[in-house]
């Protein structure tokens, strides 16, 4: 990251206060640094004004306020952002059942925050710093650049750990910033077409497998019913489930059962219906794998999709990809590449397409109509086409006076 030239610098109270721009900056902010009586180290703040009047007000109103917060013992600085994300690692771990969303987060803050805030105070961050950020985000990415919705799920994840420090009271408030409009593009997912030639390859992965080693056969087994099992309940929350969370419904059909996931999730914990009972054959072979590589049956509390060890599976992130390249559905139509995640998507599309309603599919998948309408419109109406294209039939004239 280039270090910004600063002009136009401004020193007041015997350069207690000093304000000044930055060069490189298309808006010519004013940002404010100072040096409080009997206070530890610099403070730091953008004012979020290019107007040198309302930047000195601003400047002035904030002197008077931690001067006050010095007297009172509080403290004005309070700890960087490094060491408040390696205490909320910590903080994740102690619970024992660190969530998917914990670890993204962490990931996020660890590749992204912490080098591009340094060692700045979490005082130090508020709604100008955090648009600063995700601007200079969108410039640097380890990967391609990322989409509008791939920043706001961002934005969530630094969101959630902005309020976990409001709530351990490093904050003295919350910090509220606007989110980009989510552009409406559809998701990557897998058409009826690709998800037919994905699992035709997966029958034949697995064979071609079982004419290797031991470990190999085992991965491709736990990949494939994972595949198999998400694109069939639309779930995320994958990596905790364990075997008490898989029950089943009995039907009005005799010998026919739903079956039901219990999961826990960013919405909270809920019941997911499967979209057919394959998914007990699915999880049948994992069943049965596991019972043969630890000589008895898998305990309820065990894990489903976890290591030799019953230790969970972290990701399926690397052997999806190469899974998805060497049977070459890779990317959809559109030239996008597919993910784990396309896997809930061509879950909503499949599900909307037989004509399941809206507000179903958003609870039974943990999510909002809005969100539906707005990423599977399209296909909301090639599944309403026969409802498109009714013709008004006129009725046959029976009687002569009609």
Known sequence: MSVS??????SFHDGKVVL?????????????????PNGVGYIYRGTGTTDLYEARKFADELLDELRINVKLGKSITGPNLKRLVEEFEEYSKATGKQSNRDIAIIALLKLY?????????????????IARFFDWRRQNSVKKAPRDATIIHEMSQLGTFLNWCYQRGHLDRKIEFERPKQDGQRRPHF????????????REWVKQGERKSGPIVRDRIMLTNYVLILANTGIREARNLRWRDIDTEPTETPGKSNIILHVKGKTGARDVVARTSE???????IWELRTEEIGKKPSRDDYVFCHKDGTPIHTFKKGFETLITEASVEVDRDGEKRTLYSLRHTYATFRLQEG?????????????????????GHTSNRAMADELTKMKVKKPKVLPWE
């Open 279 to 285: 998914v007990q054959t699915y999880s049948q072979r």
């Open 113 to 129: 925050a912490v080098p591009y805030f340094a060692k700045r105070k979490i005082t130090e961050l508020n709604q100008q710093e």
């Open 191 to 202: 058409d009826t077409k690709d998800w037919t030639k994905l699992t035709r390859f997966l």
């Open 20 to 36: 000044y721009q930055l060069e490189n900056r298309p808006k010519r902010l004013w940002l404010c640094r100072m040096k409080v």
């Open 356 to 376: 399941v309603n809206h507000y179903v599919l958003a609870r039974n998948m943990g999510t909002s109509v809005k969100m539906l309408e707005n990423f599977y």
């Open 5 to 10: 030239k600063v002009i136009n610098q401004q």
